[in-house]
């Protein structure tokens, strides 16, 4: 039985600006496609091994306790409750015990019957799993994948599990008794873990560098929200050090700290990211595209196109491929975990 697979897509060419929330604009666009994976239940010792997976996979433990291994990364204890993203991970196992030998996953991915994957007698099971992936259009795919760990976990006890705990409620409830439109609950229920997941990360206190740890940064993340609010603007340095309150020596510092880049060439690269999506998605004039995102003339934005990406925006238009305004590659989704 294939997993559930929904496309949602509510981008459109007039919406090229994003708004002053950097997640929603870099999920935006990014079109992602949900998968809801059948539910895995369990008795008795067992363990699956899972390939290398593009993009991004999230889970919950429903009820039960198992182990996470990623490969190269000591094995983790996932307890009830507990939630899990993995960002483009290498090949791991998830296993009710250490000492069973691990099995390939996807010929009893394969298997699965109404929804769920089934290990041992029912009548022992002790462990329930549910939850999906996320594919992204390869575009803009670095946008969000680049500054993902291999690995979030929230706790069951972690204050901000509450509101993931009442989400999971209603995707096991969805998943356990299928009704009218579950798919589309399903798809939005997995999508809003994935901010909430996304959010914890944020607040985590060892972020690495990137824009998503920066966020919760006062200053630094008042910067990030104006230039996603307004890309057209010529921002300049001393603009955005003054809504972050700092000097523009202390600011590009503190900048180029936590996102890993200057201000400026920041503001380049996310001027660019809106443009590749436009140009892969829409029919705007690039003249037109050119003066939505920042730029007084065509050439000007032709010149800082070639530069980041390689190519001049009508070579990258005629060139574009893969899925558009929420169409699968191939007209199918793709089977496995």
Known sequence: M?????????????????SSDPIADAIGLLRPRTVIDPALRTAGPWALRFERSSHVKIGVVARGACWLTLDGHEPVRLEEGDFYLLGNPPPYVLAGTLTAPPHPAKPVWDCAEDGVVRIGPEAEEDTYLCGGRFSFEDTNTPVLTQVLPRLVLVRAADPRGKLLAHLSEVLVTETRTPAAGSSLVLSHLAQV?????????????DQPTGWLGALNDDGIGAALRAMHSDAAHPWTLKELADISHMSRSAFASSFRSRVGTTPLDYLIQWRMSLARDALSTGTRPISE?????GYRSESAFSTAFRRVVGSSPKQFRRTSTGPANGTPVNGHPAKGH
Do not use: K
């Open 289 to 293: 595209l050119a003066f939505t995102i």
């Open 2 to 18: 294939e997993s559930t697979l929904l496309y949602v897509s509510s981008r459109t060419e007039e919406q090229v600006l994003g």
């Open 193 to 205: 873990l994935f901010v909430h997941m996304l959010r914890a990360h944020a607040e985590q206190a």
